[in-house]
């Protein structure tokens, strides 16, 4: 290492080198230079070649949705979800009446539909998995897992926030703080429906017709 200083007005100033990568010295030659290359084709790529992203395809050689998918099952559970939603709307009638014991019994139907709707849903998955067709499968099924299954927990977060507020109407009754967490909860499971909906239409009415 070497140093070099020089006097200033305020001080020594170190002008010279203060530290040395004795590695960097080496010599270094590429002797063999290799090409690779990876040949995309199928469903997976196809949308990517025409410039847009779209996996309603993408089955790997796999089941497609017509295969997997049994719309009464599903059906089922979209009307659970629906039932819920409408039950929610009766207890927020039922709180803006004043009756608490009506916006509990209300609430307990609407946790009790979310419930089996999210029991439907988990055996749709077992049955997918056990048959072979998890989210490894296919660019497909990732996708239908990763989607289906996001709005999965949602639900699931929607039912503990509504074990909560029941918990808080039977204590504190239906006060002004209560009413508005009431009505926060509310639009979200107003919200989940609207999301399912979608989901319903463009997953299974689409990927099964």
């Known amino acids: 290492m070497a140093n070099k200083n020089k006097n200033t007005r305020s001080g020594l100033i170190s002008t010279g080198r203060v530290s040395e990568n ?4 080496h010599d270094y030659a590429i002797g063999e230079t290799f090409e690779a290359g990876l040949v995309l084709q199928g469903t997976e790529v196809k949308s990517l070649r ?10 790997a050689g796999g089941p497609t949705g017509a295969e997997l998918f049994d ?5 089922i559970e979209t009307m659970l979800l629906l039932l ?3 039950a929610c709307g009766m207890a927020i009638l ?6 608490d014991s009506r916006v509990l019994q209300w609430l307990a139907l609407t946790f009790l539909l979310g419930l089996g709707f999210i029991a439907m849903e988990l055996h ?4 997918l998995i056990a048959e072979g067709h998890g989210p490894g499968r296919s660019a497909y099924l990732s996708a239908f897992f990763t989607l289906v299954g996001t709005h999965g927990l949602h639900v699931a977060s929607g039912l503990v926030w509504m074990a909560v507020m029941m918990y808080q109407v039977k204590t504190k009754g239906l006060s002004v703080m209560v009413q508005a967490r009431m009505m926060r909860l509310s639009m979200f499971w107003h919200f989940l429906d609207i ?3 979608a989901v319903f239409t463009v997953v ?3 990927g099964a017709l």
């Open 71 to 75: 719309l009464s099952f599903v059906f």
């Open 195 to 197: 999301v399912w909906v």
């Open 22 to 25: 004795r590695r960097a010295r």
């Open 84 to 86: 819920s939603s409408a």
């Open 124 to 127: 749709e998955f077992q049955l």
């Open 94 to 99: 039922a709180m803006h009446a004043g009756k």
């Open 204 to 206: 299974y009415l689409m």
């Open 50 to 59: 025409q410039g847009r992203a779209n996996l309603s395809e993408s089955y």
